[in-house]
């Protein structure tokens, strides 16, 4: 393409446009390009701390055979290694469990590849009773086989899998345990709920192979002592020997009188009473 002077050269007028419309400074110019016939556009750097890798651009024209160049639009405009908003995608598929609400309605998704159709009445009123009833089923849609694998997935690489913390401490599994609820269908054999209030996964759905403190066979470990206890040491070249004789009186040894019959007790004159007189035998013959 010929090249445009008269574009070209309107260089202050660009910046003058890009000034009037930046916040934050128009930097130096980084360079002109035709976009067509009388058509061409000049790029300055965009000053803005927000806007780094950004650039001002100014897109002028003419008329034919004017040598007056016009101002056409300008815009900031993202160029090499600029920082970007993520690409916008629809609230729908922005959300992640965890997200809905109490109040909250997700929109009904008719191709759901985790569900497939399931059982339709028939119209023979006693195969459909025998069906919702005794087979309990009548659900429109039941998981289809993608489903069930992406969930038993989400669920052995969660935090109630044997990766988790409390697992990887454990001393015995979830399939030993009996607070553990075997699931029905395809994922009893690998899953249960968690049933005891004091295991952080209480009410929770955990792997066989999962595993935590509150085991119902296990035990706290017992606390070694401070110090290792040695055995005891009997010292047989200093021993004290200590009598242990004990007096036994002989069977027809008289039973020794008490303190109160004693009689050189009892016979004792009161302390402030002199002795008394002794009393003599009457020798005299009748």
């Keep these: 393409m010929a090249r445009d002077a008269v574009?070209?050269?309107?260089?202050?007028?660009?910046?003058?446009?890009a000034v009037?419309?930046?916040?934050?400074?128009?930097?130096?110019?980084?360079g002109f390009y035709l976009d067509g016939?009388?058509?061409?556009?000049?790029r300055f750097a965009a000053l803005h701390p927000g806007y780094v890798g950004w650039h001002w651009s100014v897109t002028l024209a003419r008329a034919p055979r004017s040598r007056t160049a016009t101002v056409c639009e300008v815009e900031l405009i993202p160029g090499q290694g600029a920082l970007l908003a993520p690409?916008?995608?629809?609230?729908?598929?922005?959300?992640?469990?965890?997200?809905?609400?109490?109040?909250?309605?997700?929109?009904y998704q008719a191709d759901d590849a985790r569900l497939e159709q399931g059982y339709e009445q028939t119209g023979v009123e006693d195969e459909d009773r025998m069906a919702v009833y005794e087979l309990g089923l009548g659900r429109a849609r039941?998981?289809?086989?993608?489903?069930r694998a992406e969930a038993f997935t989400r669920w052995y690489e969660g935090e109630h899998g044997p990766k988790?913390?409390?697992?990887?401490?454990?001393?015995?599994?979830?399939?030993?345990?009996?607070?553990?609820?075997?699931?029905a269908g395809t994922g009893r054999t690998v899953f249960g709920v968690c049933a005891n209030e004091w295991s952080p996964s209480d009410g929770s759905i955990v792997s066989m192979d999962h595993g935590c403190g509150a085991h119902s066979e296990t035990d706290v470990r017992r606390r070694a002592p401070e110090w290792q206890q040695s055995e005891l040491l009997i010292d047989h070249n200093n021993i004290e020997v200590v009598s242990a004789y004990v007096h036994t009186p002989a069977p027809d040894a008289p039973a020794p009188e008490s303190a109160d019959t004693d009689p050189k007790l009892t016979d004792a004159p009161s302390p402030g009473t002199s002795e008394a007189e002794p009393e003599t035998e009457d020798t005299e013959a009748e």
């Design 164 to 183: 988790a913390a409390e697992a990887q401490n454990a001393t015995a599994q979830c399939s030993t345990c009996g607070f553990m609820l075997k699931l």
């Design 37 to 42: 016939e009388r058509i061409g556009t000049h």
């Design 20 to 30: 009037s419309a930046a916040i934050g400074g128009v930097g130096e110019h980084l």
């Design 87 to 107: 690409e916008w995608v629809p609230w729908s598929e922005r959300l992640r469990p965890g997200d809905v609400g109490p109040n909250d309605t997700l929109p």
């Design 142 to 147: 039941v998981l289809s086989p993608e489903g």
């Design 7 to 17: 574009l070209e050269d309107a260089t202050e007028l660009a910046r003058e446009v």
